[in-house]
């Protein structure tokens, strides 16, 4: 396997990918959900960079121009040129978009915060950021991220005590049973493994563990008084560009939209057990709600047919250098760093001419316009578990169909 190199400082970005189990096509519905909509006050977001919207910038790395060019017009956190999913998400229910729990600048955790991390994973990872061995990932795994929001849910009220401007930034303590629960993790612990030269038949075996540990998790902000889980399964691991570099038999073993299959099989193999261990926790705590949420089929979607939803160039990055086979994606020259090319440093600060067609951004993570549209799937309940929208996501009584 190609080494990483060492001294590409924002390398990390391009291993954070958090992004579930069918292949089926995005249908545009509108059901009529309305009177018993859920008031959800806050989100509490558990995750990778798909869900990162300031976490791993303001702890370890910046992000650079161009990310954030199309809605923020600035750097802001997060890896697109825009909003995210979980920012449609803070907007479909009215509320502010969330403050990373690890920025300390002009945050406010009013109605939440958001724990994840870019490179996050679900299980401690081997090589942990910052690292000189090449590549690493996020020191804020999904245990980490679980005692973070342990901690704060008890100094935030200690800090509400103070009122004034103390109290107006704090979360009520009722909303910790109120909010909405959000986790979009695991995909890094597999393209860990695939970077680590892993043989796939012992990463299939590796996932019962980290099934187990996301459990874990979820659990332990159940007993702390969560009851509203919006759990999202993995993308398709094989039609991100970065993934081709690591794929040297990769040509042969494509599917009809240019993905690498068995890096997809992978994934939906992690989704179906991640389903599974919905199911299990649905019995376990039938007072909650835990809706499962098929972003995988949404997302391949857009690398299998995308002009049929207004898009181009799907398997090709936005933002990007050279690289091979005309994907725009180098390990050399990422978005948004600088790199040497044939001896030649270059600074990758610009973008392709129409963003809002284009589903890859830097060859591992969506542009905003591929985030709005699986937002805009997911919000019509036809690709969850059961068949609700996020704003339904704290009904019970669906729970109880689902377990049939």
């Known amino acids: ?129 910052p690292t000189n061995e090449g590549f690493g990932f996020s020191p804020f795994y999904l245990d980490i991220q679980l005692s973070q929001f342990m901690l704060f849910k008890s100094r935030s009220q200690m800090i509400r005590q103070r009122g004034g401007i103390y109290a107006s930034l704090m979360p009520q303590k009722e909303y910790f049973s109120q909010a909405l629960y959000t986790f979009d993790i695991g995909q890094n612990d597999f393209t860990a493994d695939l970077f680590a030269d892993m043989p796939i038949e012992k990463i299939y075996a590796s996932v019962p563990d980290v099934i187990n540990s996301f459990a874990y998790n979820v659990k332990s902000i159940y007993n702390s008084g969560g009851r509203s889980f919006w759990i999202h399964n993995t993308g398709p691991l094989g039609c991100y560009a970065f993934v081709f570099l690591y794929s040297p038999s990769a040509p042969a073993l494509k599917d009809s939209a240019g993905c690498v299959k068995p890096y997809n099989e992978l994934a939906q193999y992690f989704n179906l057990k991640l389903k599974e261990a919905v199911v299990q926790l649905r019995k376990a705590f039938p007072s909650a709600a835990f809706t499962y949420v098929d972003v995988y089929s949404i997302k391949y979607s857009l690398f299998k047919e995308p002009e049929k939803y207004g898009f181009e160039l799907p398997l090709v990055a936005c933002c990007g250098y050279g690289g091979i086979d005309k994907y725009n994606f180098s390990i050399n020259a990422v978005c948004g760093a600088s790199g040497l090319v044939n001896g030649t440093k270059i600074v990758v600060d610009s973008s392709c001419d129409r963003p809002s067609a284009r589903v890859s951004w830097d060859g591992v993570h969506f542009t905003e316009a591929a985030n709005k549209f699986i937002f805009d799937q997911i919000s019509t309940g036809d690709f969850s578990d059961p068949p609700i929208p996020p704003n339904m996501a704290c009904h019970r009584e669906g729970q109880l169909k689902a377990l049939g």
């Open 1 to 129: 396997m190609q080494q990483l190199p060492s001294n590409s400082i924002s390398l990390f970005c391009f291993f954070c990918m958090l992004l579930s189990s069918s292949y089926a096509k995005p249908r545009i519905s509108s059901p009529a959900f309305a009177a018993n909509s859920c008031n959800f006050p806050a989100i509490f977001n558990f995750g990778d960079s798909n869900s990162d919207t300031g976490g791993i910038s303001a702890a370890l790395y910046p992000i650079n121009w161009p990310y954030g060019q199309t809605y923020f017009h600035m750097p802001a956190g997060r890896f697109s040129d825009g909003r995210l999913i979980i920012d449609f998400i803070a907007e479909s229910f009215g509320l502010p978009y969330l403050s990373a729990y690890l920025d300390s600048v002009g945050t406010n955790f009013s109605h939440g915060a958001n724990f994840a991390t870019g490179g996050s994973t679900i299980r401690v990872p081997d090589r942990i950021l």
